[in-house]
């Protein structure tokens, strides 16, 4: 196979013998893969507006990053567990604070977001 590309990309150029390349390494496998991927995503964009719902802890997480961004008030703490002298941190506050600066404080940039983490798992 390697010296096939080699002659591709002798006579037609780099980006067409890449193209063939990438077409020639699709097996029953990468198709599935790509196929859940395509799934996954199908299934957690699919009317997201209209089902997601919000918890008291996720407002609180929306409310602290909004402070972060707004007051620039930086949570060194997340929100108690379920011992109330233990609190989680609060590495998810400052991701939703960047994706809601960009998002110019979209509340479904959240849900974005752990989308892109959920299709990471997924893969």
Request: net charge positive.
């Amino acid at each position: 196979m390697p010296k096939a590309g080699f002659i591709f990309r002798k006579y037609f150029g780099i980006p067409q013998a890449l193209i063939v390349d990438l077409f020639a390494r699709i097996n029953k496998f990468s198709v599935l893969i790509i196929f859940t991927l395509l799934l996954s995503l199908v299934l957690r964009i699919y009317n997201l507006s209209q089902n997601m719902t919000f918890i008291g802890d996720q407002g609180w997480f929306y409310l602290s990053a909004r402070d972060l961004l707004i007051s620039h008030q930086i949570p060194l703490v997340g929100i108690t567990s379920s011992h109330t002298w233990l609190h989680q941190g609060p590495l998810w506050t400052y991701m939703l604070a960047m994706v809601l600066f960009i998002s110019k404080f979209n509340p479904v940039s959240g849900a974005y977001l752990t989308i892109l983490f959920g299709l990471a798992t997924v893969f």
